[in-house]
């Protein structure tokens, strides 16, 4: 199997293709981030987001970055021209942005960046969703994530990868005391064996690189999280 990864991961070398990340400054985004540039699949890779990351390793000196205002992005449109394959770990919680903030960052950032990139040739779409999204959730956070999937989904990429991971475990720069806990929690049991409710986020970041090599069956796949846990695992394990 892990000779099989390195043959695929070769021949998207010599492909020469592109990438663009939404969302590089969250969690999972700057893991993803990561996993991309030490497997070296693409000749190019752009950060596109609302400001410049700065870095000290010299492994990003090559990065591409492009600043647009998510409020006006059709006045961005080339920033998501000329991609193969888009990456979107764009998000927020209610609690910090509020209701109607949530919505406009998850739901309409997110489809009308899809939408950009569609018209700019990008042909696949991978987007960080959440355990149990559903457009018809009593629940606003699972209903948008639902909604958003629905929507660029409905834009008919060749390719749609969709991950719906569980309870994320990460040390967050930010602080939300209710979420240390459910991650202590988890990472105790994870420890053990690995469960339906959480995954390490570096098996996440894994999972969405590695998929990218595969053939899918359909246009539009779901990666619930035993999915992402089977495809993000440690190759020596």
Not at 121 to 141: D, I, M, N
Not at 196 to 209: G, L
Request: aromatic share 8%.
């Amino acid at each position: 199997m892990a000779e099989d990864m390195k043959s695929l991961e070769e021949n998207l070398r010599q492909q020469n293709r592109s990438c663009f990340i939404l969302g590089a400054s969250g969690e999972t985004g700057k893991v993803l981030l990561q996993e991309l540039l030490q497997r070296n699949l693409f000749s190019r890779v752009t950060l596109i987001g609302r400001r410049q990351l700065t870095f000290e390793d010299k492994a990003y000196e090559n990065l591409v970055q492009e600043v647009v205002d998510f409020e006006k992005l059709d006045e961005h449109a080339t920033a998501f021209q000329g991609h193969d394959v888009g990456y979107c770990c764009l998000g927020t919680t209610r609690a910090k942005a509020g209701a109607d903030g949530f919505v406009r960052v998850d739901h309409d950032y997110v489809l009308k960046s899809a939408e950009l990139a569609k018209a700019g040739g990008c042909t696949q779409f991978h987007l960080e969703s959440s355990r149990g999204a559903e457009k018809t959730s009593s629940f606003l956070y699972l209903q948008v994530k639902g909604q958003v999937e629905a929507d660029i989904e409905a834009l008919g990429f060749d390719r749609f990868s969709i991950y719906r991971p569980g309870v994320l475990l990460v040390d967050r720069q930010e602080s939300r005391p209710g979420e240390w806990l459910a991650r202590k929690f988890f990472s105790a049991v994870s420890a053990v064996r690995p469960t339906s409710m959480s995954v390490p986020i570096e098996v996440v970041a894994r999972a969405m690189v590695s998929n990218t090599l595969l053939q899918p069956e359909q246009k539009t796949e779901i990666l619930e999280n035993k999915d992402i846990y089977s495809l993000g695992k440690s190759p020596e394990k």
